[in-house]
C-alpha cells in the first residue's frame, strides 16, 4: 500500500465585512451656563466650551457644549489570501485489504472450503 500526501494552495479574493466606529460632533446652545465640566450621558460625551465674558469682573461661563455620538459603520473590503489544504491518496498494492473487509469474503484468507474436506 502506497499513501501520498499533496499539499494544494489556492488564491482567493473575497470581500468581507469590516467595521469601524465613527463619531460626530454637533455644536449646540448650551442649556445651563453654570456646567463646565464633561459629562457622559448614555452613548454620548458631553463637553462644554467656555469663554470669558466681561461682567464687573471676570469669570468662565458655558458658551457651547460638543456632543459627541459613536456609531458603527459596516464596510466591504476585499482581501486576497493563500488557502492551503492536504489531500492524501491511497494506492492498493498486493495482499491488502479495507478495514471493515472480512477475512470470510476473501477465498485467499480461509474464507470457503476449497478442497471440500470440511477445513477452511
Avoid at 500500500?1 to 469601524?20: A, D, G, I, Q, S
Avoid at 457644549?65 to 489544504?85: G, I, N, S
Avoid at 489531500?87 to 477475512?103: C, K, P, Q
Wanted: proline share 3%; glycine share 6%.
Amino acid at each position: 500500500m502506497e499513501v501520498e500526501k499533496r499539499v494544494e494552495t489556492e488564491h482567493v479574493r473575497e470581500t468581507v465585512p469590516v467595521m469601524r466606529e465613527e463619531v460626530t460632533v454637533e455644536r449646540r446652545p448650551v442649556t445651563d451656563a453654570r456646567a463646565t465640566d464633561a459629562r457622559f450621558e448614555g452613548d454620548e460625551i458631553r463637553i462644554p466650551l467656555t469663554e470669558e465674558e466681561v461682567v464687573v469682573d471676570k469669570r468662565t461661563v458655558a458658551k457651547e457644549e460638543l456632543v459627541v455620538k459613536k456609531h458603527q459603520v459596516q464596510d466591504q473590503k476585499t482581501v486576497e489570501a493563500d488557502l492551503r489544504k492536504e489531500r492524501a491518496e491511497v494506492h492498493r498494492e498486493g495482499d491488502v485489504h479495507r478495514a471493515g473487509e472480512t477475512d470470510l469474503d476473501n477465498p485467499l484468507r480461509g474464507g470457503r472450503d476449497l478442497d471440500g474436506d470440511g477445513v477452511r
